[in-house]
């Protein structure tokens, strides 16, 4: 679904991602973890089309097709979607425009009709039930004095509306207290489907307990340094990154 | 006219205030000679102002200074369209707006009345009750950004005063139709309004062109709130293109008086609008708040001025200009707090964007304070969209257009919401999406 070819990218001037490889598959789910400043959310970023992020070398596919000459909307039209590690507050614009817009944007480019109101109004509803949000969201202005775990949620919850092939969720756990780590992850766990893939970007190995994945890789230095099963997280966990940089050095 | 006018020997005078003279000398003379003519006089020697007057820094006046004027026509040939644009209190308005063709009000001789509001022409009030009316026109002003103001004094012909008795229910629309015949015409609204204590009341004055020519405005509003009044008042400017639009707003608030005040630019070629409110007595508060709106060629120069002269008086204002092409949208604002208006209260906030790099924003938020114990607080920013939250919109799929529109939609709000004639505001903001980028889309979303 996925298939990341030597990617290099450079932000304000400085040389972040030094040629990533990373095949994703569908059904699969993917960690990457890796220390502060090893390019974690600049590898999501671009994958996502970030416009002041430059691409260098290498090359993205997405279901074959080449994602990085996508403009960002049409890559998640296409069906990728990134979970933001910190949601921007867009204040005077609603919460549930922009979720009807999305989704509706989504339809056109498939050929579907917009979404009728009642049928919308239900699935909302259902998918807020879901990550135990109250019915207030959707009238205030997207993400406007959201509490940190507030914001992650809403994210959570786009992504279940969108229903995307392929999410990537930077640092979704990051600021959240147990019960909504839990509420966040059990909301992962619906999407899980053979016929997508989540790839997780995430410091602690935490979230890997409620959302196990098939692959964990570790970032390090603008690339993958180390992959494995979920047994490397738990392996991570005990030993710490250095570990890896070692044993790369050795 | 009487009086023999003088310029001053040593500047010749420009083509628009040799035109300005021939009109006063049409005029016939009625009760309110006197004033009037002092007024020509002070306008006549100080002249047009100029980029070198403080409050005209940003707009000059050089070409309009070389164009020669003449009254708009009473009633134009070809009559007015019942519903020359769309009325501000939608379809289903139900008080019938007022009508001003170039300044002169649609009304019977004996002037009208609606519940809690008397109606009467100034024509008439200067006929039988002129110091009902002198009071009004005095003390005359030498400061800049009165200068059109003693134009307006010296030439209006007719107008309105509103006198608001009672609590007025439904919104008042007063529709200012500007239609000439000919390039070269001008025209002089002069409303007074006066609240009496504990009255309340909204109106709108929603200026529109009809025709081909549509004459220079120099309309003139002065408001009175007396004790522990209440008036919402909106001046909409929604004429074409090529209309020029000098308009003077003149509030005086006496103790408790409440008025929320909305200038909203949507039209015109060249528009400025100046508001001077003085908070006289204790307890007065004026939240004003101006959407002002370049588009294509358009030059929006707003100033406003409030004086806090009062102890306990508190004003904001809240200003979100937006400029695209190549338009030219200029704030200006200043707070005076004078000696003795002790805790006074007052905040300026002003907000630009800036949708194209040949469009230009100027802000100049002015605190001057004389008072201890007060609060005063501004702030101004201009920038473009905020490239994050453009890229979060385009992350979750909307297309660029959409996600501007919805920002720029949103840059407003504040503004909007603070509006509470319902039907004027759907009104306000259909007018406003059709100049911003991907109109069809942004309708689909209110």
Sequence with gaps: MLKITDLSARVAGKDILKGVNLEVRAGEVHAIMGPNGSGKSTLAQVLAGREDYQVTGGSVTFDGHDLLALPPEERARAGLFLGFQYPVEIPGVNNVYLLKAALNAKRKSAGEPEVDAYEFLSLIRQKMKLMQMSESFLTRGVNEGFSGGEKKRNEVLQMLVLEPKLAILDETDSGLDIDALKVVSAGVNSLRHPERAVVLVTHYQRLLDYIVPDQVHVLSGGRIMKSGDSSLAQELERRGYDWVMESQVA | ?446
């Design chain 2, 1 to 446: 006219m009487s009086g023999a006018l003088q310029s001053p020997a040593a500047l010749p005078m420009s083509a628009a205030l040799r035109s300005f003279a021939a009109q006063w000398q049409t005029r016939s003379p009625d009760s309110l000679a006197a004033v009037r003519e002092r007024a020509m006089q002070r306008f006549l020697e100080l002249g047009l102002p100029t980029i070198r007057d403080e409050t005209w820094r940003y707009t000059n006046l050089r070409s309009l200074a070389a164009q020669s004027f003449v009254d708009a026509p009473r009633k134009p040939r070809s009559g007015i369209e019942p519903n020359p644009a769309p009325s501000l209190l939608g379809e289903s308005g139900r008080a019938a707006p007022l009508l001003m063709v170039n300044g002169y009000p649609s009304l019977p001789a004996a002037g009208g009345a609606i519940e809690g509001m008397e109606i009467h022409s100034l024509r008439e009030l200067a006929r039988v009750d002129p110091n009902a009316l002198l009071r009004f026109l005095e003390p005359l002003s030498d400061a800049d950004q009165k200068r059109w103001g003693l134009l307006n004094t010296a030439l209006f012909v007719d107008g309105l005063y509103l006198k608001i008795t009672g609590r007025v229910a439904l919104p008042l629309v007063i529709q200012h139709v500007a239609t000439g015949d000919g390039a070269d015409n001008i025209a002089y609204p002069r409303i007074i309004i006066e609240a009496a204590p504990g009255s309340s009341a909204t109106i709108v004055e929603h200026h529109v062109a009809q025709g081909e020519h549509t004459p220079l405005s120099n309309s003139n509003t002065q408001i009175a709130l007396r004790r522990d009044a209440r008036l919402e008042h909106y001046r909409v400017y929604a004429t074409d293109a090529g209309a020029t639009h000098i308009d003077s707003l003149d509030i005086r608030q006496d103790q408790g008086s409440e008025c929320k005040q909305f200038t909203i630019v949507l039209g015109g070629g060249l528009v400025r609008t100046a508001l001077e409110a003085r908070l006289g007595e204790p307890g007065a508060s004026l939240d004003s708040y101006s959407l002002l709106v370049g588009h294509e060629a358009r030059h929006v120069d707003c100033v406003n001025i409030v004086t806090h002269g009062a102890p306990e008086t508190r004003s904001t204002q809240t200003a979100r200009a937006i400029a695209s092409d190549a338009s030219r949208v200029i704030f200006n604002s200043k707070v005076i707090v004078e000696a003795g208006a002790v805790h006074a209260q007052s905040q300026q906030s002003c907000r630009g964007l800036l949708l194209s790099p040949t469009a230009e924003i100027d802000t100049r938020p002015q605190l001057e304070i004389h008072a201890d114990e007060v609060k005063c607080a501004h702030g101004a920013t201009t920038g473009r969209l905020d490239p994050d939250m453009l890229f979060y919109m385009l992350s979750r799929g909307l297309d660029r257009d959409t996600a501007q529109s919805l920002l720029v939609y949103a840059f407003l709000a504040d503004v909007l919401t603070g509006m509470s004639v319902a039907s004027a505001r759907a009104a306000i903001e259909s007018a406003l999406i059709a100049q911003l980028p991907d109109s069809q889309t942004l309708r689909k979303f209110r």
